[in-house]
Each structure stands twice: as structure tokens, then as C-alpha cells.
């Protein structure tokens, strides 16, 4: 149970990957599969994943405090994020935390907590907005992947879909699966 748990973490932690890619780990991988259930690994990956936003989203000030010190930084890079900072500001205030929630929780490329919390820091949100988005986001996300899974899980995906070829690559975790479904004569 142990070691599917620190997959889970492992996997939520690695930027463009977290809960699109742990959720999917818990449901199918024969190792979390036989020793966590399934909810328990969904609450889990969603849990973790919504750290990973709030992590990030405080150590942007730091990080942005070191870099500010190198000279070139300052003058050629801070001004560029201040300048975008102005230019996006209306779009912040009309869409706010929803807008970044929505950001967040598509499951697609380039998308997740942490270039939601880069983003959210960048723009200028507050913390006590970016925390809401960020819930809500990562929620949608769970959400999402949650339920592609048990579509995948209950065989409502058909066998030949490359969608399922993606998720379930082993062709024993495939058997498996279906394993109580009705044959067909």
C-alpha cells in the first residue's frame, strides 16, 4: 500500500503530469489497483495536488526576490511580466478566480496547479482568491480524470479506443477489468 501511495505523490508532484496522471495510476496499476481503493486514491491525488498549487504559489515570491537581484533579470525580464501584469489585469478582475479555476481544472497540456499558481502570481491575484481557484480547479481536474476512469474501468470505453489503449497498456489489467463482464456467445 506504501509504495502505490508514494507513486501516487511522486506522480501528483511532477509539473504537467499531477493528479492527470496519478488518478489514472490508482484506477489501473496492478500495484495501487490490488492495495488501495480507488476513492481513497482520488481523495489522495486531489489532495496532494491542491498542495502542490499552494507550494508553489508561496515560494513564487522568494524565488521572484532572487532572481530580482540579478541585474539582467530586472532589466530585461521584470519589466516584460510587468508589462503583461497591466495588459491581462482587466481579464483578472472580470474572470478572477473562476476564470483561473477553469485555467486549472481542464485537463489538458500546459494546464494544472502549477502553471496556475506561476500564472495566478504573476498576474497579481491574491492569496486568499488564488486559494479558491486553485480548489476549484484542482477539483474539476479530479473530477474529470475521476470520471474518464471509471468510464475506462466499467468497459462504457470500448476495447479498441485509443483512449483506453492509453490508459490500459497491459493487456492482464485489460482482462482483468473485464473480467465480469457478460461473454458474448
Same mark, same amino acid.
Given at each position: 500500500m506504501w509504495m502505490a501511495l508514494f507513486f501516487m505523490a511522486v506522480l501528483t508532484f511532477l509539473p504537467g503530469l499531477e493528479l492527470r496522471a496519478s488518478i489514472p495510476f490508482a484506477f489501473f496499476a496492478p500495484v495501487a489497483r490490488e492495495s488501495v481503493p480507488q476513492w481513497l486514491g482520488v481523495l489522495i491525488c486531489f489532495g496532494i495536488n491542491?498542495?502542490?498549487?499552494?507550494?508553489?504559489?508561496?515560494?513564487?515570491?522568494?524565488?521572484m526576490w532572487l532572481l530580482r537581484k540579478w541585474d539582467w533579470f530586472e532589466r530585461k525580464i521584470w519589466p516584460v511580466f510587468l508589462g503583461k501584469q497591466a495588459k491581462l489585469h482587466p481579464?483578472?478582475?472580470?474572470?478572477?478566480?473562476?476564470?483561473?479555476?477553469?485555467?486549472?481544472?481542464?485537463?489538458?497540456?500546459?494546464?494544472? *496547479?502549477?502553471?496556475?499558481? %506561476?500564472?495566478?502570481? @504573476? &498576474?497579481?491575484?491574491?492569496?486568499?482568491?488564488?486559494?479558491? $481557484?486553485?480548489?476549484?480547479?484542482?477539483?474539476?481536474? *479530479?473530477?474529470?480524470?475521476? %470520471?474518464?476512469?471509471? @468510464? &475506462?474501468?466499467r468497459g462504457v470505453i470500448s476495447e479498441?479506443? $485509443?483512449?483506453?489503449?492509453?490508459?490500459?497498456?497491459?493487456?492482464?489489467?485489460?482482462?482483468?477489468?473485464?473480467?465480469?463482464?457478460?461473454?458474448?456467445?
Open positions: 491542491v498542495l502542490v498549487g499552494i507550494l508553489v504559489f508561496e515560494l513564487m515570491q522568494p524565488v481579464y483578472v478582475e472580470k474572470y478572477g478566480e473562476w476564470g483561473l479555476a477553469l485555467f486549472i481544472g481542464v485537463p489538458l497540456p500546459g494546464t494544472g *496547479a502549477y502553471t496556475g499558481a %506561476v500564472g495566478a502570481y @504573476l &498576474l497579481g491575484l491574491d492569496r486568499k482568491r488564488f486559494h479558491v $481557484a486553485n480548489f476549484a480547479g484542482v477539483l474539476i481536474a *479530479a473530477v474529470c480524470v475521476t %470520471v474518464l476512469c471509471v @468510464l &475506462l474501468d479498441d479506443s $485509443a483512449l483506453r489503449r492509453v490508459f490500459i497498456n497491459d493487456k492482464a489489467v485489460a482482462a482483468e477489468v473485464h473480467a465480469d463482464a457478460p461473454q458474448e456467445p
